[in-house]
């Protein structure tokens, strides 16, 4: 799935959730991997992830690695995670895991606005 995000997203996709579980489902060396051939194509991502050790690593990268973070408020951190490109919409599962696919346009488009709305309402961080 992370490949098929590659393949389908010309400029840029959203991921909404808790990136410490998503790179532990997946692995760190797949997403270090994963994030160089993202960039080599070009693609940027926001993301609205909720604190943590991974992800304040990766902060330190977030201008050369095309990707714009605001952090959620850690006091409703949960499990799982979406990614929202085009028509589709990815929810990672990291406890069973799995992934569940949707491609249905009004079920991103529904979640994409909810992250648009958490987006503008969530500090910038630095």
């Known amino acids: 799935l992370c490949n098929q995000i590659l393949e389908e997203v010309t400029d840029e996709f959203l991921y ?26 070009g693609i940027r991502m926001r993301v609205l992830a909720f604190p943590g050790f991974y992800l304040s690593k990766a902060r330190e990268h977030d201008q050369r690695e095309l990707r714009d973070v605001r952090l959620l408020p850690k006091e409703f951190s949960c499990d799982g995670a979406f990614h929202i490109f085009g028509a589709k919409v990815v929810h990672w599962n990291p406890v069973l895991p799995k992934a569940i696919v949707i491609d249905d346009k009004i079920v991103s488009d529904l979640l994409r606005n909810i992250f648009e709305m958490i987006w503008l309402s969530v500090k910038t961080t630095p």
Do not use: M, N
């Not at 959730?17 to 160089?36: K, M, N, P, Q, V």
């Open 16 to 41: 909404f959730g808790s990136a410490e579980h998503f790179i532990e489902l997946i692995g760190y060396e797949f997403e270090r991997e994963w994030i160089r051939r993202r960039v080599a194509k």
